[in-house]
């Protein structure tokens, strides 16, 4: 008589968590992404305008670093899985945990606690870095300013919303190449592709990065922009809809 064993959502997120740490790849993406968020951060901060005009917004510049930052987060959320696929070890987690709902979960629970966490702890950084690197004369916030700490949370929020995203992507295509591809397309290629529309066109501030740039980092309104809160409610929503989708692909789709 044999049985099989139950694996519950905590023992599957250990062993999601066992896995994501124990990559090589991980560690190098979020070097990537600390060098990003923290080396631009001191680059705008020690070039930055001593006599700025009226709209220049210190904290929404200061997070230049978030164009590398969001794509080296978005990689290392469709790595998270399509990194299985590519090997064949998905057949052996499928085996191991059947419900393929529950390991979607769980990578997803796993994906979120890291870059969130990294994500908050570089925003922080990123902040301190261009304080001390600005030159004198150089404006720049300070946390208790109206705006400022809700922009700095946001910021670091924004990458692991991209790397669920990310996640999501690579459970419909199952494919490293393909998933990164598809995270370039919606980060970078899509706004430049919609630049004839206008900068300020209806569809553009739908754009997760021009949400990043004139919504979650600005703490000066911009106009025609999403409020931060709004910003924030669209990519809650893109993430829901690209882990739903990545959800039905894997239950209905062979591995």
Known sequence: MTT????????????????????????????????????????????GPVRPGPSYDPTENLFAGLALGQLAIGILGALTLSSEFGSGSIRATFAAVPRRGRVLAAKAAVTAVVTLAAGEALAFAAFAAFALAARPGVPHASLGQPGVL?????????????????????????????????????VFVLPIALLPLGEHSAVMKFLPEIIAENSLTAVKPVADSLSAGAGLGMLCLYVAIALAAGGWALTRRDA
């Open 4 to 47: 099989t064993a139950t694996y519950g959502l905590r023992d599957v997120t250990r062993m999601e968590w066992h896995k994501l740490r124990t990559l090589r790849s991980t560690w190098v993406i979020l070097l990537v992404f600390a060098a990003g968020m923290v080396g631009f951060a001191i680059l705008v901060g020690a070039t």
């Open 150 to 186: 809700r922009a700095v949370l946001l910021a670091g929020a924004y990458p692991c919303l991209i790397g669920l995203i990310g996640l999501g992507v690579a459970a419909v295509i199952r494919h490293t190449a393909g998933a990164i591809a598809a995270i370039v397309a919606v």
